[in-house]
């Protein structure tokens, strides 16, 4: 399964009705640190794809779905299930860390 990409249109369908907790990556194409986590976010997106999803927003695209997180700063990740955030953190993460998220 690879990286959905999540906008404001699917993200009701995508994030809020997912029966998988879905780890969200806030990220935009300028950011050092995005480039960084964004292979380590496609690996997490494969090993977990039998009992979770990923998601990717770019901040510059989907300002109003930042906003809504409160996105001050990127890379920022978001753990949600049953459309709650039950998770987030802020900066270059391990896979290690991400798949700790998702559990």
């Given at each position: 399964m690879s990286v959905l990409k999540?906008?404001?249109?699917?993200?009701e369908k995508e994030?809020?009705?997912s029966d998988?907790?879905?780890l969200l990556d806030f990220w935009a194409s300028w950011c050092g640190p995005c480039k960084m986590v964004g292979p380590v976010v496609e690996q997490v997106a494969v090993?977990?794809?039998e009992v979770a999803r990923v998601g990717k927003i770019n901040v510059d695209e989907e300002q109003?779905?930042?906003?809504?997180f409160k996105v001050m700063?990127?890379?920022t990740l978001v753990v949600m299930k049953e459309g709650k955030v039950v998770k987030s953190?802020?900066?270059v993460q391990s896979k290690?860390?991400?798949l700790s998220m998702l559990q």
């Open positions: 999540i906008t404001k249109e699917n993200f994030v809020m009705q998988k907790p879905i090993e977990t794809a109003e779905l930042a906003q809504a700063s990127i890379p953190t802020v900066g290690q860390t991400l």
